[in-house]
């Protein structure tokens, strides 16, 4: 089996209304049955997860800054060849 195919790479940009990268967004990844993690976005905005594809069910990521309102966002996998 190839990299690809064992792993999911979950990754994204966290921006500001006008485009701008936000910098310092906690970013919490929870992957159903209860496994989950942490990060920061990096000065252009980005964060990366990587999990077992076997593990991946439903995926719900949350953001959050101080000064902004936290948002969650719900993902669902769609399989099939």
Same mark, same amino acid.
């Given at each position: 089996?190839?990299?690809?195919?064992?792993?999911?790479?979950? *990754?994204?940009?966290?921006?500001?209304?006008? @485009? $701008?990268?936000?910098? =310092?967004?906690?970013? &919490?990844?929870?992957?159903?049955?209860?496994?989950? *993690?942490?990060?920061?976005?990096?000065?252009? @905005? $980005?964060?990366?997860? =990587?999990?077992?594809? &076997?593990?991946?069910?439903?995926?719900?990521?949350?953001?959050?800054?101080?000064?902004?309102?936290?948002?969650?966002?719900?993902?669902?996998?769609?399989?099939?060849?």
């Amino acid at each position: 089996m190839s990299e690809i195919e064992r792993y999911a790479i979950i *990754k994204g940009k966290v921006v500001d209304s006008n @485009g $701008e990268p936000l910098r =310092k967004v906690a970013v &919490t990844i929870n992957i159903s049955p209860g496994n989950s *993690k942490n990060d920061t976005t990096n000065r252009d @905005g $980005e964060y990366s997860f =990587k999990f077992p594809a &076997t593990d991946i069910k439903d995926i719900q990521l949350s953001y959050s800054l101080e000064e902004y309102t936290t948002k969650s966002v719900n993902i669902y996998i769609v399989t099939g060849k």
